[in-house]
């Protein structure tokens, strides 16, 4: 029993001892993780942005087609979704 319960200590102190070394070749791949995530959250928003912007510009030609005088709030709709996936893109 005494063997046993040396053997675990000296497992345990092993396993604390190379702890930092674990720690130290993590980081790197969570700083990696939280770049990717970043990235992609820069995509998303562009491609939203820009789906909104088509939205609009579509909608706007449909109304002008049909001398809809509402045609100018689908414009700037449009207009501000393409900026702001273009926001999106650069600042996030």
């Known amino acids: 029993m005494k063997h046993v319960r040396k053997g675990f200590i000296a497992l345990t102190a092993m396993v604390i001892g190379t702890a930092p070394v674990w720690a130290q ?3 790197p791949t969570f700083q990696e993780a ?3 995530i970043g990235s992609i959250a820069a995509s998303a928003g562009a491609l939203v942005g820009g789906i909104i912007g088509l939205i609009g510009l579509g909608r706007t030609a449909y109304k002008l087609a049909n ?5 100018m709030t689908s414009l700037v709709m ?3 979704g393409i900026f702001i996936g273009f926001i999106a893109n650069s600042f996030l």
């Open 25 to 27: 070749s993590v980081a």
């Open 34 to 36: 939280m770049d990717d």
């Open 67 to 71: 001398g809809d005088g509402d045609a």
């Open 78 to 80: 449009a207009v501000v």
